[in-house]
């Protein structure tokens, strides 16, 4: 099970969904030794993210305060989810390794002293977002080339960003490559 933490487009339901990120490091997974290990490291935890769901396409749903306290909740408060096909109360720990999970209820716990409600203890976790950024990266250069001239990989796909915002961030430091790459073969002509 993969989930996505976006809003419908007119953002007028009565939840507001955001992806909370956890940095993923090749080093968390064994990715120095075996280019495949991120997808496999993928693929586990979604496994497992479909399993807490009951097996059958269900998210894993939990409540914010019982997350922290790492039991299955039993009930919602004032937030229903609103995950099609429908979400099954699990322990999101089992879905995920201990330190994505530590350090999501840091970063919520952070987020709520600038963001009213966000830590709520109804807060809801439907789970899991494995998806925001590729478990491969196209390797490139100081010039920000692949092996192959000429091609410049960027963005979410290649490995270089995790969402919308660092995707276009890289897209322009590539840009700015490639026009000073071709800026200085013109002079040279």
């Keep these: 099970v993969v989930t996505n933490g976006m809003s419908f487009h007119e953002r007028d339901?009565?939840?507001?969904?955001?992806?909370?990120v956890v940095q993923i490091?090749?080093?968390?997974?064994g990715g120095e030794?075996?280019?495949m290990a991120g997808v496999e490291f993928q693929r586990y935890w979604e496994r497992k993210a479909f399993e807490a769901g009951g097996g059958n396409y269900r998210a894993p749903v939990q409540l914010f305060k019982d997350f922290k306290e790492k039991i299955v909740s039993s009930s919602f408060g004032e937030i229903y989810p609103t995950y099609r096909p429908g979400c099954t109360f699990a322990n999101l720990w089992d879905c995920m390794p201990d330190y994505v999970c530590e350090s999501l209820v840091e970063g919520i716990t952070a987020f709520g002293k600038f963001l009213t409600n966000y830590?709520?203890?109804?807060?809801l976790l439907t789970g899991v977002e494995t998806r925001t950024s590729s478990p491969l990266r196209i390797l490139r250069d100081d010039e920000m080339q692949s092996n192959v001239r000429?091609?410049?990989?960027?963005?979410?796909?290649?490995?270089?960003?995790?969402g919308i915002?660092?995707?276009s961030i890289d897209g322009l430091k590539v840009a700015e490559q490639i026009l000073k790459t071709y800026k200085t073969i013109n002079d040279k002509e």
């Excluded at 339901?13 to 909370?20: G, K, S, Y």
């Excluded at 490091?25 to 997974?29: A, H, K, L, T, Y």
């Excluded at 000429?150 to 995790?162: D, K, N």
Aim: hydrophobic fraction near 30%.
């Design 25 to 29: 490091n090749p080093e968390d997974f």
């Design 165 to 167: 915002m660092s995707a």
């Design 13 to 20: 339901l009565e939840n507001a969904n955001a992806a909370v």
């Design 150 to 162: 000429g091609i410049y990989p960027c963005g979410e796909g290649s490995g270089y960003a995790g």
């Design 33 to 35: 030794e075996n280019p």
């Design 119 to 123: 830590d709520r203890p109804d807060a």
